[in-house]
């Protein structure tokens, strides 16, 4: 089958790789309709964190089952599913306790399953707790779009947001404007906050952040946009910040803006970052996130996807196939596309 | 007047000060009832913080009040009231928000009034906002000690509780056997903790830890601690880990021993502190805390403290008067005492 492969800094390719196949009886094999390219594919691709050269690489994408092990019950050949970044039983105490991220059978794709995302086969272990079926079949591209931001960057903007506890009335400062943080002001403006202020400094960005609920754009970095959120917020700071970035920079923006008694919630894959503990926690500042349990949330998200309340798949700003996948990566590299879309196959 | 006096590292001494004062209209002088010593108070005692010789010290104490400003109206000369450990406003955004220790126009005592807790009287600013009436005059002496809890350890153990979000059912582990670890313990209780696991070396605390609420004691430290708690919890990990020490060994464990999507509460001052954020990142774990806003939850736990419901007065394992505080000092140094009470006035 056709996969993306991993050749070194700055060089993915389409390849050829082993067929996906069943190899425990709780598997199933999705053929990947629609497939994308995550900013945190991009740690690898600039050479910012570690790669095997050869691995296959990616982990969005939603599919058709198209094999199914024979444990699968609820799961069949021919479902359209969403698949989350990482897979999970569904039934452990951790998954109980929502965070289906840290599954005591779980794993991550590629590193536990051996398929990438990006490709036209993935295996997907633990499949009834981990693919969730997507009701209809006659689903418009927008929508589709917008599904296959459950598997990861919608879910991921959501969790910033619920691990900084916003609620209702609160103004949010979203530190990021990716794909995820884009997100995160959809998520925030769903939980009911009522002033989001968004840092960005690139047009398209803030026109789409405005789209999705931002009610304040920053353009400032650094220490001026502290300065500039503070004056926003009558010196106090933000009843939340999300962090949706992961840099040193990002991440020390969030704390000097979050308000006593807030919690910065964070997202980002943490590159080199340093908690000023004793600073924050003479304010009452915390901290509280991690890799997104997209499972947990993609019942409710999914329901908002297809009713038509949230179109998160706005995002996808470069719509390709999965044979120019050097462009899809170098497009989001160069920050000419928020986000990569690979169109796989039909439904 | 008479008031403790820091001499040195070690040497805390009763001594003359200049009679305590109205500066500002808003202020009060407080006549002392009780005071007591703070966990806190021992970092300087012990020369593992600074401190200013001929300063005075102490920040808990409840009393009588003898003078007030002219802007004072809802305070009257004679009250019996509760002073917590910082002052403020209680009308800023921050207090609003529920954090009186980040009140805009607040500060903490001694440093920000010039009088310290430990003393005949102690000049209180903002003592509209600051200082809470306690209803009835002929309370019992045990009574009179779960009062002068709220002035710091009871509303401080309350807040780690607050801070790490513990609900009805949970588990908790409680790292620290400390007078704000045994009231952190209560304050689980009371905010509906099913299981609540004390980290505790000493009988008597033990005892006490039992009497409040836990359910099992882990005599353990480090990695046995970290061990023995896991097996409890079946490998899970806690609900919420409050962290009420301040040492950089009592925060590891804590993260240690926190499942993954829980917060960390902390409230002990940090002291050579590190953040593990990778590792806490990757496990979805938080940290929330900071010095307790005691003011904020005064009103509830005074309510609790006078039906009878709650008596964290029990810490009080030695009492004696200003003269004794050399031994109220030492004894705290030497864990011969949990926490020392001295008996200043009577009401």
Known sequence: ????IFKGIGNIEIGERPDSTIKEPTDAVVRVVMACVCGSDLWYYRGESDYTPGDPIGHEFIGVVDQVGDDVKNISIGDFVISPFAYCDNTCPNCKNGITTACVNGGFIPAGNGDGGQGEFVRVPLAEGTLVKVPGSDHSEEILASLLTLTDVMGTGHHAAVSAGVKEGDTVAVVGDGAVGLCAIIAAKRLGAERIIALSRYPARQELAKEFGATD???ERGEAAVEAIRKLTDGIGVDAAL????????MQTAFAIARPGSIVGTVGVPHGVEIPFQEIFFRNVGVHGGPAPVRAYLPELLEDVLSGKINP???????????????????????????????????
């Open 217 to 219: 754009i920053v353009e």
């Open 243 to 250: 962090e949706c970035v992961g840099t040193n920079e990002a």
């Open 1 to 4: 089958m056709k996969a993306a």
């Open 313 to 347: 798949g706005r995002v996808f700003d470069l719509k390709t196939d999965l044979d120019d996948i050097k462009e899809a990566y170098a497009a989001m590299d160069e920050r000419r596309a928020i986000k990569s879309l690979l169109r796989v196959s039909s439904i």
